[in-house]
């Protein structure tokens, strides 16, 4: 069974950083892309960062390129969101999510993705 478990999470002063994890288990890490993906209230979610599979080719929103950076060990079988320069609008809740697909012309299609781990709380205050 694919699973995924996002963690790190929190509250940070804007200027801040928070480095955010997601744990994967069920499945080859090499076999699989992790994206990262945002939902703040009241918006849609959006995607943030991907790392794609087998060349661990990387993608940014732009967004948040510059400040954030995405990296996966896979020993530990585990993806990082490391997100530095925190802004309020940053403030959402982060989920992670896998896809099989390799890199079909589009990073942040969530129909590409065939499993989703829970979210995590990111509050940036001003």
């Known amino acids: 069974e694919v699973q995924l478990q996002a963690s790190g999470g929190g509250l940070v002063p804007a200027g801040g950083s928070l480095k955010l994890s997601c744990k994967v288990s069920?499945?080859?890490?090499?076999?699989?892309?992790i994206g990262w993906f945002r939902q703040a209230p009241g918006k849609e979610r959006e995607g943030v960062s991907c790392?794609?599979?087998?060349?661990?080719?990387?993608n940014y929103a732009d967004s948040v390129k510059g400040r954030f950076t995405i990296s996966r060990d896979n020993a530990k079988n585990t993806v990082y969101l490391q997100m530095n320069s925190l802004k309020p609008e940053d403030t959402a809740v982060y989920y992670c999510?896998?896809?099989?697909?390799?890199?079909?012309?589009?990073?942040?299609?969530?129909?590409?993705?065939?499993?989703w781990g829970q979210g995590t709380l990111v509050t940036v205050s001003s």
């Open positions: 999510a896998a896809r099989t697909l390799y890199y079909s012309g589009t990073y942040y299609n969530a129909d590409e993705y065939d499993s």
């Open positions: 069920g499945f080859t890490m090499d076999d699989y892309g």
């Open positions: 790392i794609m599979r087998d060349d661990g080719t990387t």
